[in-house]
């Protein structure tokens, strides 16, 4: 059965292009920096977002307009596998994600509901023989189901922590059926509302612990992916416990889990922690911790997690020069953990949103790689900071000085002499190579 009948596989156009099922930025096969677009973007779709979301939110029901919305319980579960692996396949995508949920309904019992997954991986397994699409990473949905109105590893119910120990259990024995590349968790409840009611050492001491036994599992049974943790500050809960990534690194170095795990950035999350999103690339880059990508962005006018397909050019630039400079994402990727908004219901929206943020990517990478290119930006910087490569300043660097010596050299200084910052020349630059890169791809 044909689910999207309207829809052709989607080809790359070019930026005269006025169709709008078509790529007009994104070749998958140009080559960029010696390797192709599809190899430094790997994108992956998001299941949950554009499988099983339909449109509903805090005030009203769900609008979207689906050929599965007829069905219910493993029938639906089924009938979305096909369409997803048809949508695989008309996006051309090499990767996609999923919350166990999101592929299969809960059951009234863990029995149950692991029996319900084993048909749905089965099918995708068959499934993922003759596709090119694969894996990216899967996870554990431990937020939605009221028994983690309290969290799932940093409950105040011990019955719930071993729950959430099955369940991640199964994710991984599922992700290792599949040949995932990662395994991510999101603590979703794992934060509190008020801590009058919280003994947060306890809750941070139990997340450490389940964290180690998950690592211990995944060597047990042979599964090799990189585990992942993805920042959010707040929403559902207060204050979320992977606050951002500086927060997650402190974590992971205080529990002595910073060799077993990388982390998942998304860019609506950082926007909530009141960072950009390259600033929490950045940090993730410089200490070694860059492993994937949740693409999308926010709303600036809204304060909650909007997940709208990402179309900001200047954002995705600024991100892809953080990729580009870790050397790409290993095994990560860049994940549309975005969803169209609930006015756009029919199923061809699902096509054109994710279009615009591959294209939008595409630019990103484009301009991004011309600028590491031609040493715009790291030309500035190294001037910037060339005080420290001569004299005091590499005394400094190389640890071969102290606050006497320190002192002894600033008395002797008659005048401290600083060199213009120049922001708006760089953001000026960036706009240039920006419409460049786009003016040359149109001819």
Not at 159 to 173: N, P
Not at 274 to 280: K, L, S
Not at 283 to 290: D, E, K, P, W, Y
């Amino acid at each position: 059965m044909a689910y999207f009948k309207n829809v052709n596989k989607i080809q790359y156009e070019g930026a005269s292009s006025k169709n709008p099922l078509a790529y007009k930025y994104y070749n998958s096969e140009e080559i960029i920096n010696g390797k192709t677009a599809e190899e430094w973007l790997r994108f992956s779709v998001a299941y949950w977002h554009t499988f099983t979301a339909d449109g509903t939110d805090q005030f009203g029901a769900g609008t979207a307009i689906r050929p599965w919305n007829h069905l219910t319980g493993m029938d639906v579960a089924k009938a979305r596998v096909e369409a997803a692996f048809e949508f695989f396949e008309k996006l051309d995508v090499p990767f996609f994600c999923f919350h166990d949920v999101d592929i299969a309904p809960e059951g009234s019992t863990l029995k149950e509901t692991n029996q319900n997954l084993d048909v749905i991986v089965a099918m995708m397994k068959e499934y993922m023989k003759t596709s090119k699409t694969k894996i990216l990473w899967n996870t554990a949905n431990m937020f939605t189901n009221p028994r983690y109105t309290h969290g799932a590893a940093t409950s105040c119910n011990a019955d719930v922590f071993a729950y959430s120990a099955a369940k991640v259990k199964k994710g991984l024995e599922v992700a290792r059926e599949l040949g995932a590349q990662n395994y991510v968790f999101w603590g979703g409840r794992e934060g509190y509302e008020t801590l009058l009611n919280t003994d947060m050492k306890l809750e941070l001491d139990n997340l450490g612990r389940f964290f180690h036994m998950a690592v211990d599992y995944a060597k047990e049974i042979g599964f090799d992916g990189q585990f992942l943790i993805e920042p959010k500050p707040k929403e559902p809960t207060k204050h979320q416990y992977d606050f951002d990534v500086a927060t997650g690194l402190a974590f992971l170095q205080k529990y002595d889990l910073q060799d077993d795990f990388k982390f998942n950035i998304e860019a609506n999350h950082a926007t909530l922690a009141g960072h950009t999103f390259e600033h929490e690339l950045r940090t993730a880059r410089i200490n070694g911790m860059l492993g994937s990508v949740d693409a999308n962005q926010g709303d600036v006018l809204l304060g909650w997690d909007t997940d709208e397909f990402p179309t900001d050019l200047y954002s995705t630039t600024l991100a892809m020069f953080e990729i580009l400079k870790n050397g790409g994402l290993g095994k990560g990727g860049l994940n549309f953990d975005a969803k169209v908004r609930r006015g756009s219901f029919e199923p061809e929206d699902l096509f054109e949103g994710h279009i615009a943020g591959m294209d939008s990517f595409a630019i990103g990478l484009k301009v991004a790689n011309k600028l590491i290119e031609d040493n715009v930006l790291d030309s500035f910087i190294d001037e910037r900071y060339s005080s420290y490569t001569q004299g005091i300043g590499k005394a400094i660097v190389e640890g071969k000085t102290n606050f006497r010596e320190l002192e002894a050299y600033a008395l002797q200084l008659t005048e401290v002499k600083n060199k213009s910052g120049k922001t708006e020349r760089l953001r000026a630059l960036i706009n240039q190579y920006l419409l460049e890169t786009l003016s040359t791809v149109r001819v």
